[in-house]
């Protein structure tokens, strides 16, 4: 017994050793919060981003604009090395779309087509509608319960903080096509994936089946699904007529742009913090992604303008992630033999909220380095959440699968985020620039952290 | 000394003995609160007015089938006397409208038509914008000073309670086009009049002058203005397509729809209560002015339900305010000699956010009618404002015009009205419900108080 406790206060003497950062790191740690609460540069570089190049979906001109730009901004930003790999994805473009309920009475609704959506005929799609209160009410309904008709998925989706209730929402968005296709509809329209009561339609992405007819497959904003619900409530037959014209264009390339501050004493290891660089064509991608994309810049800078790190610190600007993470699946293709020198990875996809706290995704012996970690992110206001089953992050997805490489999530406060989601609505103004910087500051201090500590973190 | 206090104490007996209301008069205003604060109707009303009908501009068939929706209505609610008035205005048609900027990058951009406006070329106007934050500003540019280009003021509104940042804000709406084309401009655009970070554009109407060429005329959202703003800060030059595709159509034929439920001593004597029928053509019209017809028609029928009131109360939703006010104008016109019998007008017309004001715009001598029917109002949140100069809605302008009609102000919170005003925006889901019965209540006991009163109140 006396023995068992002896090794256990070695072993934790080790691990304190080990994971508790030297007063000359602590020191730069606090220089590295008060410069990145308060620097203009992630608002200057998102407010740049978001204006001059605005959308930049993949397979539009834009997307190739932006990686352009993002090259330009990283070499202006003196990061060491500046590159770029392509990645390739399956381009579709949007090119209208509009709506209007044809019975009872004329009147426009506001939609917009689904990523992947197959265009309608010149004229349109006009049908009768029948509506579903889920996916599930859906797949239950019998063959042919949807012939000739526009199935209306009607799902509404909850607010929340930790955006967990975009899961069980998306699946309509996913499948529900395929769904309606099965049960004999000519068009798919649901309840857009929003917690907002404004006018915005959101887009998404929407995936066929092979053998199954591709239908048009659009998403109506909360106000006109409650129009669509009301006339039904009314006794009203209602009919619609959804026009949507888009193309598929077969595969694209786009391009992961990649810049690096190179570590002095293990170069080749290194801290990945992503975010995707491209949006959706609707808005200018301010919230999805740019607020990221200036996030994880911001953080990577202001930790060079302070010191040199024993680590690198890599910024990964993934490409084509809302076609299905294509530049991320690329770059760990690529880089499939070296993911093991990733030391910590952490994406910023989820707005420009607060981050309220801290989960790891690593093997149980790096835990204290985590600890270790967390500790100085307190006083930012993220609290450690110990569970060890960090999501990362949409683009860290095939990062996690590989096993090996250390996963973070930064949580943020995703109330409102899906109010401007995938929306024309997600625009500048929707960035406060003070909590912007709180997000900053806490990727800064994580990556700057990570780089220095004396273990190195393995992934599970 | 004596004689004249006793004369100003016999006075305000008399005023006290004219003007407060019996016992079952008071006992009936407790009732309508009560009834009026639980119904469902006005609610109904307004939901089915902008589901089934949906948007109502003047001069589209959706405006007469909104004019036999409100007949059919009225009558359902067993208005003693239901009937239609002609009004003609000057129609004028949306048929498409978009923008995007070409210089330094093409990205679209939110616009909309203000109302009148003249289309571009088949393609669009395309031009380099020049900036002025006023309209003043404008005027004070040298001739040419617009030569060729887009004129873009940038004028923030503001937000307030009462609204009244509004009319410095729909100077450069109402008059913008006019001096752009008098400094050469090709094509004038604005800010909205908008309080909103939403990306909705705001239209209304703008009106040409005689001699001076008429040019297209657009509003752009607030994140618009912001980008186009940004840009040119950023030392772009900036050039933007604007294609606006619109039809001025002669004189078109509303209706102002009336109901009345007719008074039991002094049938002829009437209390008016207004809101308007017709709507923009973007939104459902919820807020502007499904509300105000719901509103003043439940009020009406509120009081029918609980008792038969001495003088008349009459319901008038008039046409085609949005255009310039032509069913408010036609009313006047077609009962100019009778106006005197109006002992109480008021309109509903600013949303459906809570009423915290009641004024009135009477000769003085009607003042303490006034304070009897206000001291009634105060259990329901609402106040009252002696200043006695009371706009009391647009509608009401001709009828303040004529000096001999008592007006009233209800006054609304406005605080939010103009996120949503004149937008594709204004839908059901932007109205509570247990504030819009507030609003009931406070039209049922002002137009029941007003009818029952003692001394007919009469105008300045
Ligand atoms: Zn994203
Ligand atoms: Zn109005």
Redesign the interface.
Known sequence: MKKLLLAALVLSANVFAADTFDAQTIKVTEQLKEKSLNSELAYDIV??LT?????RMAGT??DL?AVDWAMKELQRLGFDKVWKEPAKFPAWLRYSESAE?IL?????I?ITALGNSVSTPKDGTRAPIVIFETLEELEAAPENAAKGKIVFINYRMDRSLDGNSYGPAVQARNRGAVVASQKGAVAFMMRSVSTA????AHTGGNHYKDGIKAIPAVALA??DA??IE??LQ?G?KVEVNLNVQAESKGMGTSYNVIGEFTGTEKPNEYVLLGAHLDSWDL??GALDDGAGVAIITAAAKHISELTKTKRSVRVVLFAAEEQGLWGAKAYVKKHQDELGNIVAAAESDFGADLIYAVESRVASNSLPTVRAIAKHLKDLGVKYDARNNAFGGPDLIPFKDSKVVPIFSLHQDGTDYFDYHHT??D????IDPVKLNQNVAVYAVFAYLAAQSQTKMIGK
């Open positions: 407010a740049r204006t001059e190049v605005g959308p001109p834009k604009e309920i009872p009475s004329k009147q426009p506001h009561k404004h006018r915005f909360n106000p409650d129009q009301r006339l009314l009203h808005g200018t024309a609505d625009t500048l103004d929707k």
